[in-house]
């Protein structure tokens, strides 16, 4: 028989270009090449993270990629669940593409394709791709593959999962000890799951479980940049809950089997449309006040500062809306007139703490410095000026015409660029779920909805002097800033 090499060297062919490599029933040879992937998803081909986050803008071809891998290492001894919500999406969707690799790759006699129980056997070692329904969470925990263990499952559209206990429910599908490997005296298979996604809500678990802890990355704010970017900037590693992590965004620039047509397509997207499915960026689209990527964005400051990009922050403002079973929210930012740009710097959330408590913290944070407070709490402002915080009241303006004074400060904050440090977790949560209040008709009104606003109101509190003129700001400028 010959050799891999013999035969890479009889096709005419480069080793490396090899990426799969099989030899079939009938013991001829089936090389499948690197021209048939695109080369960002290398990297899932010898990872081993327990769990691995694919996911950003559309048409970026990960699922295509995922299909291929799953067809592959079931042909070298895996079996996987397939996972959606709906059975019949799981069928219209990752089934059918699934069987199409089998056929482009010419493995339809290696396969046994079940279209009725949507089950997939590999011929040569009976190992399967199983698929199975969210909606259907019984039959999910009673599905067993043939042979082994279950050893992969990939989730597709993985925004459908709706809690972090059903994500805990698929992981113990997973548990199991192949006795098949321990009979060749093969070390146990990997474990994974794949979960591959667009962009999902702010709300959504995910965003708390995995991003929070492992994203790093800015928002990307131009196609120009995004072309730009390296296999680092679209990657993420960490552990979360005792489980090592591997994340890779990966946009319609990182798909080179799209046609012009699809390019343009997503090159002249506009609004959150480019935001969300050209550019890959978190975010949803909707009646959001402040949209992200037009009205403000995230970034990591200490990184914009070690690049000289980031301006000396000298003219401070700092505001507090007080709380209780809502939170206290305390916001300081650098507020640039000349080039239209807010620059928050940091925030400190805190529920259920008395104002001595509240004051205690922040005050090193105020650094003797006014910070103007929700005036419909006089008692609270008076609390902490006996802590020694430089506390006043803000100026909340009054409504002029037909638009009430929140809505005067919002179209204010319009006008300017607002960039949030990628720390300032809290305050960017809340500016991408800050939304316009709509009648009974689905209408938008000129008035947004009283949530998800403690910080936004702690922000325009601390520039009520310079949303509605009148009065001095006390102590606005000093060089620091954290």
């Known amino acids: ?46 990872d081993e993270s327990d769990v691995r986050l694919i996911y950003g803008g559309r048409g970026s071809g990960k699922s295509s990629d995922e299909s291929k891998r799953c067809v592959a290492s079931t042909f070298s001894g895996h079996n996987w669940l397939v996972v959606r919500y709906y059975k019949l999406d799981l069928r219209n969707s990752c089934f059918n593409e699934i069987t199409s690799v089998i056929y482009d790759w010419g493995l339809e006699n290696e396969f046994t394709i079940d279209k009725q129980t949507m089950t997939i056997t590999c011929k040569h070692n009976n190992r399967q791709i199983l698929f ?5 969470p019984r039959r999910l925990k009673s599905l067993k593959p043939k042979v082994g ?20 429910m698929l992981q113990a599908c997973l548990r199991g000890f192949d006795k098949e490997a321990y009979r060749r005296g093969d070390p146990q298979p ?30 990307v704010r131009s196609i120009e940049k995004l072309k730009s970017l390296t296999l680092k900037d679209k990657t993420a590693r960490g552990k979360v809950d005792g489980f090592s992590v591997f994340m890779l965004k990966t946009t319609y620039v990182d798909n080179r089997f799209l046609t012009k047509k699809d390019i343009l397509l997503r090159e002249n997207a506009t609004g959150q449309r480019m935001w969300v499915d050209t550019l890959g960026n978190q975010g949803s689209l909707g009646e959001t006040v402040f949209i992200q990527g037009e009205h403000w964005r995230t970034d990591d400051f200490d990184e914009l ?46 529920r259920h703490a008395t104002t001595d408590a509240f004051g205690k913290i922040i005050k090193p944070k105020c650094a003797g410095r006014v910070v103007y407070c929700d005036s419909a709490e006089p008692d609270r402002i008076n609390t902490l000026k006996r802590y020694g915080i430089a506390a006043d009241k803000c100026k909340k303006g009054k409504a002029k015409g037909n638009k009430q004074a929140v809505t005067r400060r919002i179209d204010w904050l319009h006008e300017y660029e607002i960039i949030i440090d990628y720390r300032c977790t809290n305050l960017i949560e809340e500016m991408r779920l800050y939304r316009w209040e709509t009648d009974s008709a689905g209408n938008k009104l000129e008035v947004p909805v ?33």
Request: aromatic share 16%; net charge negative; glycine share 6%.
């Open 1 to 46: 028989m010959q050799t891999f090499e013999e035969i890479c060297e009889r096709y005419n062919v480069d080793p490396n270009d090899v990426v799969y490599y099989f030899v079939l029933s009938d013991g001829s040879p089936r090389l499948i090449m690197r021209d048939d992937f695109n080369e960002v998803y290398s990297c899932l081909l010898d």
């Open 132 to 136: 199975g329904a969210l909606e259907e």
């Open 149 to 168: 263990i279950l050893t992969n499952i990939y989730m597709e559209e993985a925004d459908e999962c709706p809690t972090l206990n059903t994500f805990t």
């Open 190 to 219: 990997h474990k994974s799951i794949d979960l591959l996604f667009n962009p999902i809500l702010p709300t959504h678990w995910m965003q708390g479980y995995f991003f929070k802890p492992l994203w790093r990355h800015p928002d």
């Open 305 to 350: 500062r070690a690049k000289g990009e980031l301006p000396e922050f000298w003219n401070i403002r700092q505001g507090v809306d007080f709380g209780w079973t809502n939170p206290c929210a305390y916001i300081k930012l650098h507020l640039d007139t000349q080039n239209k740009r807010i620059y928050v710097f940091d925030e400190f959330y805190i």
């Open 450 to 482: 009283k949530e998800n606003d403690h910080g936004i109101d702690a922000m325009c509190y601390a520039l009520g002097h310079d949303i509605f003129g009148g009065g001095t700001l006390a102590g606005s400028t000093y060089s620091f800033w954290r």
